[in-house]
C-alpha cells in the first residue's frame, strides 16, 4: 500500500437551503459547468486513487455516473444530513484498507484551481502532518468557520463555527476554507469521536482539529492568498459573485494569451472556451460549453456560440447565434445569421443576413447571402444561393437529403422540394420550385410546386402551371 498515495472525498450531500432551488446546490453552474464538476476537478489534479462524492440527491448521482464514472469516481449516500463529519464517515467503507491521505472539499468551492489544490497536498506531506486544514483571511467572515489560535496567535486550537463562536471569536477574520487533507487511518478514528452538542445539532468535521491536537496529532495549517477563490456559495447572490470571479479571471487570462475585448465585462466565456490570438471579441459576446476559436478569429458583437470549432480568420458579425458547428478558414457569418448543430460552413463561404442553416454543408467559397433556410443539404463549391431560397426538407413525415453539386446558381426565392439532386453547373430561374433531379449545366424555370410523390397519401390540391 502507498501511504503516499492520495484520495478525494468531496461533501455534496447538503441540503443547499439557502440556495431556494430544486436543483441540488452543487448542481448550479458556474462558466457553464457544475459547482460540483469544477471540485473534482480540482481534486483530479493530485491524481487520487478513488474520488468519492458523497450525495443525497439522485440528481447527483446521476451527474456522476452520467460524466464521471471514467475517473475512477464513485458515489457514497448520506442518507440523512446530519453534518460534514457525519458525511465523511460515509465514506469509510469505500477507504477500506487505504491508508494513504484523504483530501476532503466542498462541492459549493468552484472556484477552487487545480494549482491551490497542488500546493495544498505537497505542503501537508512536506511537514509530514496528520491533518492539515486551508485557511484564508476574509473582509467578511460572517457565517464561516473561524480559525482560532493560541494566545500569540501562532498554533492552531480548534475551529469554531460562526453560531457557536463567541463575540470576540467572531471578530476572528480568519476562516476555514472548507478544504482538509488526512491520514486516513488517524481520520476516521477521529471522526467517530466528534459529538453534535453543538448550535446546529450537527456532527461538524471541523471538531477534527480540536480532537486531534487533544490526541497529540500535527495539525497545520495552509493559508491561501486568494480568499475570493474559496468562499464557499450558499446562496444565489454568491453564486453570482462565484461566477463574476471565474469570468473575470477568464479575461484576464484571455488577454494575457493576446485576445483583444474592446468590453471585457461584457464577454461570458465557458470554463473550457479556447481562443486562439488575435482573436477579437465586440461587446455582448457570450459562449456555451466546448467552443475552440483558432487565431485570428473575429467576432462581432451580441453573438452567441456553443459546442462549435471556428477556423483561423472567420469573421462572425453582430447577432449571429452558432451551436454544434464548424466555420471555415476566412469565411464570413452573419450579421443575423443561424447555424444550428452539424453546419459545417466550408473555407472562405459566405453565410449573411437572415440565413438559417441546420445540418447542412456548404463547400468552399459557396455564398448564401440572404435570407435563406438551408436544412439537410450537402452543398459543394462555389455555389451561389439566392436570397428567398428555402430547402423544403421536411414532408410532414420525415426529412430528406438535397445534394447541390459544384458551381450550381440557384436563383433567388428558389424552393428546393428534398429529395433532389442539382447537378454541377446548374442554375435555377428565380422563383423555381424544384422537384425533379437536375442534370449538370441546365437551366431549369419552373413556376409552381408539383407534388409528384407516388406514396403520398393526404388529398393533393393541384393549380395550373400558368
Ligand atoms: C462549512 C464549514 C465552515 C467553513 C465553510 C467554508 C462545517 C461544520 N463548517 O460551513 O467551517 O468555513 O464550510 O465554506 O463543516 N454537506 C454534506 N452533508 C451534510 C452537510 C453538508 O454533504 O450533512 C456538504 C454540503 O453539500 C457542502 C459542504 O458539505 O458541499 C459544506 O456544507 P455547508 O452546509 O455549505 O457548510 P457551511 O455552512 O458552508
Ligand atoms: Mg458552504
Known amino acids: 500500500m502507498n501511504s503516499e498515495a492520495v484520495s478525494v472525498i468531496v461533501l455534496a450531500a ?73 458525511a465523511v464517515i460515509a465514506c469509510e467503507e469505500e477507504l477500506q484498507g487505504f491508508e494513504g491521505h484523504v483530501l476532503i472539499l466542498c462541492g459549493d468551492v468552484p472556484l477552487l484551481t487545480t494549482e491551490l489544490v497542488e500546493r495544498f ?13 486551508m485557511t484564508a483571511f476574509v473582509d467578511d467572515p460572517t457565517g464561516l468557520g473561524r480559525v482560532v489560535r493560541d494566545d500569540q496567535d501562532e498554533e492552531v486550537r480548534a475551529i469554531v463555527e460562526h453560531k457557536d463562536a463567541t463575540e ?8 476555514n476554507a472548507g478544504i482538509y487533507i488526512a491520514k486516513a487511518p488517524c481520520l476516521f478514528d477521529l471522526l467517530r469521536k466528534i459529538g453534535d452538542n453543538n448550535a446546529q445539532g450537527e456532527f461538524y468535521i471541523t471538531d477534527i ?36 470571479l471565474y469570468q473575470n479571471a477568464l479575461r484576464e487570462h484571455f488577454m494575457e494569451h493576446g485576445v483583444t475585448m474592446v468590453d471585457p465585462q461584457s464577454v461570458f466565456f465557458s ?15 457570450r459562449f456555451g460549453p466546448d467552443v475552440r476559436l483558432e ?21 462572425i458579425y453582430s447577432f449571429s447565434h452558432i451551436v454544434g458547428s464548424e466555420v471555415g478558414h476566412k469565411s464570413k457569418v452573419g450579421p443575423f445569421a443561424r447555424l444550428r448543430p452539424e453546419s459545417d460552413i466550408g473555407d472562405e463561404a459566405k453565410v449573411g443576413s437572415f440565413v438559417e442553416i441546420k445540418k447542412s454543408r456548404l463547400g468552399y467559397k459557396t455564398s448564401a447571402g440572404h435570407l435563406s433556410y ?66 449538370n449545366d441546365i437551366l431549369v424555370i419552373s413556376k409552381v410546386s408539383r407534388h409528384d410523390k407516388a406514396d403520398w397519401t393526404r388529398p393533393v390540391k393541384r393549380e395550373d402551371d400558368e
Open 209 to 244: 482539529v480540536a480532537l486531534g491536537l487533544r490526541d497529540g496529532l500535527t495539525v497545520g495549517t495552509f493559508t491561501a492568498e486568494n480568499a475570493d477563490a474559496l468562499g464557499g456559495v450558499n446562496s444565489r447572490l454568491q453564486l453570482a459573485n462565484a461566477e463574476d
Open 271 to 285: 470554463y473550457d472556451t479556447q481562443v486562439g490570438a488575435d482573436c477579437e471579441l465586440g461587446p455582448n459576446v
Open 121 to 133: 497536498v505537497t505542503s501537508h506531506k512536506s511537514q509530514n502532518n496528520d491533518i492539515t486544514f
Open 14 to 86: 447538503g441540503k443547499g437551503t439557502r440556495m431556494k432551488s430544486k436543483t441540488p446546490k452543487v448542481l448550479h453552474k458556474v462558466a457553464g459547468r457544475e459547482m460540483l464538476g469544477h471540485v473534482l476537478n480540482a481534486g483530479f489534479a493530485t491524481q487520487p486513487e478513488k474520488s468519492i462524492v458523497v450525495y443525497s440527491h439522485t440528481e447527483v448521482l446521476d451527474y456522476i455516473q452520467d460524466n464521471f464514472t471514467l475517473q475512477n469516481t464513485f458515489c457514497v449516500e448520506q442518507k440523512e444530513q446530519l453534518g460534514t463529519a457525519h
Open 374 to 439: 438551408i436544412g439537410d443539404a450537402i452543398i459543394g463549391n462555389e455555389v451561389n444561393i439566392g436570397a428567398g431560397t428555402v430547402f423544403a426538407n421536411y414532408d410532414g413525415a420525415a426529412k430528406h437529403t438535397t445534394h447541390v453539386e459544384n458551381n450550381v446558381f440557384i436563383g433567388s426565392n428558389t424552393t428546393i422540394v428534398s429529395p433532389v439532386q442539382i447537378g454541377a453547373g446548374a442554375t435555377t430561374a428565380a422563383s423555381s420550385v424544384i422537384t425533379k433531379n437536375v442534370d
Open 168 to 175: 470576540s471569536e467572531r471578530q476572528i477574520d480568519e476562516i
Open 295 to 315: 487565431n485570428n478569429v473575429f467576432v462581432e458583437g451580441d453573438c452567441y456560440i456553443a459546442d462549435s470549432y471556428i477556423n483561423d480568420g472567420a469573421k
